[in-house]
């Protein structure tokens, strides 16, 4: 190799386009606000971390849209899962930098970004539509404000983001593809659905026996108890389950629901370690992106109060409402649901535990 | 001084105490699972956690229940305060740990537990009691809950707390001694209602001219503007704040809320710098008991599901309904309603700024 | 299962216990500090911390002391160092709620503390031990130390978990059990080596043509290549590896090394997977004790200056001097010294490939 | 006002610019590498925030260089300062991203790096130069870097930056400024003197009679007092501080060091809080930094390991040598050495404590 043209820092970094990308609105109307430059940068940065999730989320949309998730691959996909929950989580501490910002100050300014909103901005949209959000899944408002708000442009090229198959498609058609439910005749559903009956049956006598438990109470207990049963017996039939589906209470298939349940009670056996850390990577970048929607709204309300801004910005009430909107992989988040004891778990044959095992004995000899 | 008897590091810690209070309830089954010592030891540094906040917060309430508050102790109010908010930062930041414990690990104890529940958090309810929630501003479900989960002498002792003068009362009472509406002769709400007007027209002139606007977008603007107007209306009108009160919209009172609007507004002269520290710290501890409750409802959900749990905890969706309520500082929260821009923010007689000034120029010369 | 017993919330955490465990000094002198009581609290929640450490790094050392580690076993060490690793830095963070104690505040009550001291902790000193500090690793002074101000039990007890066989010690003996320095007749290390000599060559060619350099920082840039081909030579070398660990260079045996090297250039094959996050996970725990040290030093620095104290704390430059002994991963923190871009790392013949890997396909018909 | 064109979020963030400033270097060579988009940006962030730090030292510095600092800006000061700090803690927690980027991933792009290094970023010598750090206290191998490896434009505004008047400088004048050492005929230093050697013989009472020390202990102990004595005979005597001063081991004058001391001890008095906050968040700025150096030099040596490279960053060894250096406010830092406890803090005469106070009761009548 020969390295034919030296590189410098800051050409390579192009900083002079970065550091002179900074041009407060307060200055051309020849009143500087000393605070409108952090409002700038900060947002700057958002969007170049939003570029930097978008690029860890292509790569794995692409390695999973393979017709094989090659056994290599996996980790790298739950390393780049898990670079994208430690960017989130700067995310959501970088708020702490905007909420330095008091009212006052950006009362300053506020005034001469009109309509500017962080409505606008492409790349949270782009990310949201490469996890999964469809239009389907959008609020009346919020395509009211893609439709009055986004540029033409912006607008076509998160409409063609959205006809991509998405990260949660394709998790759900590798999750589908797997044949846990019937492995090599072992019919591990007819197992679960025994051992669901055994653990039901030994909460309802806790319940019943318990004597910390006041009348009331158990009376409560034991109503809840039924509504986890039907719970279950949901999960293990297809119509009903189907009918779930319909009403958006689960996003993912009957199947690809029962490979997730599977890879969680089995996850330590060495063919299900790696699936199992990219569940939780998913369940952790939902639970982020949730926090960080709830963080944001916070300090939108301590900023600007309940006023409503003259550039339409409805403030925080729209951001609460998106908090529990637009969860992914909120499915994965209520997997907890359908999970039994270990104690209770059905026991693989010795055929399956050899297919899901690595012999690691021979490299220790 | 003399010191009588040499100290040393376990024994000033009582670590025999500390250390030895971990007893799993698998155990006594038989059954002991590894996780259940990182459930009791989290809860257990929460609870030393709460005690810190609570040691703080009375230090605080004794300082401002004097008939005055000594100037020289606006600072220690303030430390402490931004103390509470560092612990609870850690508070929030925690949760991570217990999030290191999965669905399948809190099965394998969660049972031996029934029926303690974080509900039973004496201390939590005290923090909240001692920084200003009362049993009217409690949720029916939550005085159920105290009714039947809590011991006879901790709900005593939680009633004592109720009885007692809050924070929140204790900063109404500093804030409605204060002078602000009307100074030395200096009608600052009559000149603060004039900008009012002058802001709003100007808002108008915006929304009306602005060319980036549509016109369905312009009207709902108009209508929200007309909504703002209404909202300034009732701050500046005894009855109709009276109104408001009553609904529960607000906390604090009128004349209270004035002399907050005032510091905020006049924030840097040096009388009320240390006020409006203290002021920001009480809104950030609110900030932050707000992130914890969500932040735990979540990560309730995550580890428990959906399910209901044998114990009675209705679980998340309690919690998260409590995510909004018992925010004590709201009121502080939502002052970023009523300030103006400082450009038209008026300005204060000679006389008046000298009262709230320190002349530092004689430390410098 | 039938419970016997209510449990209570309080009751389960032994509260009475833990919330009765703060009595200051200063109290006993009559003379109260406010800030007595946070500097007990937050102590107690490190030891707390601690005994949680150490919970997890028993049941490490007791899967990791089976004469084979189970695979099913891998993640469960893994998820638990992760647990340890998220405790680390709430270690870390919490420092910031120490550090709301002011130099003048400490001094309200320190005097009373002699000799009491950090130094005094037994469990941070089991927990050193644990990971695999022995005696001969220690600092003069810190001997001295252990003889005069621990107490005999205490000194007793350390001693004996120095006498086990560490966290240290078992992963040695695990990575030394693996065959992958010669695997099923591959000489990897033959091939590895050569490419090494590529990789140094090419390295000489950058350098020597690199128009970016200065005649000056070619020549030292050459030197520095020479430096790196010895410490390669030295890693292929017994002898020099021998050397090298007598001097103290190096801990890790030279089988184990190459392990760890093979483990990390290999670590996306299903079979290596886990071991490279177990060693990534060790390499995290040491990153995190020389980053709380280093915190913990600064933060002494800030609070006592550089006075030295009444009770014989030498303070913050002993503390620094540990930041960068006690290190027991260090091996595996410099292990980025041996590792080669992927486009020279020897292909593996497809037998072992297939002995490293799991037939995922199976799953995904 | 008039509003004349509207504004939208990316063209007001010139996120084209932005977004389009990351270039691999690995693609012009036809072997594009994941992680270097990860590297481009992360270094991008970190200069935005530095122009951020950059924009509020600047401020800082033009409030400070008035003749007499107004009273209503130190409240601005102290502000700016705590955003400083805000985002530090931000640049120390995103290395966490760093490190998600493993030593093989770099090697994948690193070659064609040479010779850009971080050493090179032009912001963060104006950041250090702008707090205070001359040629006078660089370190020889950074001034050969700085005229090797910078550009001459940037060598040249790097002098320009160190030419000017620096945040140290006008920290010192005004602190030199206050006339507290002989404050309107209160001899204050001969006071602190006599409290000093009050201190000093408690402190050798102590270890005269504490039953918990050994006889070596003790010895040993009266040697540190010994010491503890000359380092306040040297900042009471004129010309053993000089010859301090002249050895590096301080910055500040005397007359400053005596008015920091002077508001550490009176810091709660009204005049005194808001200077006394400028302080210690300068202190933190200095914490901050020489924590995230730390961190720094940690991350590159687990990224690098030990060897050189070859584009001459002869990597941690010299970042962990900057860490104790280059510390701007190394004296406020170490200011907790000259502080006496409160109960023997001279008393100050009323007539200064009323310039010093505000009388805040006329407020609350």
Redesign the interface.
């Known amino acids: ?3 034919e ?6 050409d ?4 002079p ?3 002179n ?3 407060p ?1 307060s200055s051309k ?1 020849g ?1 500087p606000a ?1 605070d409108e ?2 409002f ?6 958002y ?3 939003f ?2 999730i978008l ?1 860890e989320l292509d ?1 794995i949309r692409e390695i999973m849209g393979k017709p ?9 996909i739950n ?1 780049r899962l ?2 994208v929950t ?2 989130q ?2 995310l959501i ?2 708020i ?2 905007m909420e ?1 910002m ?3 100050d950006f ?2 300014f506020r ?13 949270f949209r782009l990310v949201e539509a490469t996890l999964g959000i469809k239009p389907e899944h959008r609020m009346e408002i919020e395509k009211q404000f893609f439709n ?1 708000r986004l ?1 033409p442009e ?1 607008r076509k090229q998160l409409e063609m983001a959205e006809a991509k198959i998405s990260v949660f498609e394709l998790l759900e058609a ?1 999750l589908s ?4 439910s019937n492995f090599n005749g072992f019919d591990f559903w007819g197992e679960y659905s025994v051992a669901v009956d055994k653990m039901l049956k ?2 309802h ?3 019943s ?6 009348d ?2 158990r009376t ?2 034991l109503k ?2 039924e ?2 049963k039907e ?1 279950f017996a949901t999960l293990l039939d297809a119509d009903k389950f189907a009918a779930w589906k319909a009403q958006g209470k689960v996003r993912l298939s009957q199947k690809a629901m029962f490979s997730a349940v599977f890879i ?2 089995y ?5 299900l ?2 699936p ?1 850390k990219i569940l939780n990577s998913l ?1 952790e970048v939902d ?1 982020k992106f ?2 960080w929607r ?2 944001h709204a ?1 300090m939108v ?10 550039g ?1 910005s ?1 403030g925080h009430e729209y951001l609460k409402s998106t908090t529990e909107r637009n969860r992914t992989f909120l499915d994965l ?11 209770i778990t059905p026991e693989l044959p010795v055929s399956i535990k050899n ?11």
Chains 1, 2, 3, 4 share one sequence.
């Open positions: 190799m020969k390295i043209k030296p590189v410098y820092y800051g390579y970094l192009q900083l386009k970065i550091l990308a900074q041009v609105e109307y009143k000393h430059t952090l700038i940068i900060i947002h700057q940065t969007e170049l971390w570029k930097q690029h790569s094989f998730v090659p056994s290599t691959d996996l980790s790298v390393s898990e670079r430690t960017i989580q700067i501490d970088q702490r930098i330095t008091t009212t006052l009362m300053e005034d001469y970004l009109v309509p500017a909103s962080g409505f606008q901005s492409l790349q009055s540029k912006d590798w593809r797997m044949p846990f030994q909460d006598e806790i319940i026996t318990n004597p910390g438990l006041s009331q109470l409560m207990e809840n108890l509504m986890t719970t969680f009670l996850r330590d056996y060495p063919a370690q790696m199992f369940t639970e949730t926090t709830f963080r916070i309300q301590r900023i600007l109060g309940t006023k409503i801004g003259t339409g409805s988040f209520n997997l907890a649901t359908f999970l039994i004891p270990k104690s297919q899901l095992d690595i012999v690691y004995d021979s490299f220790q000899s």
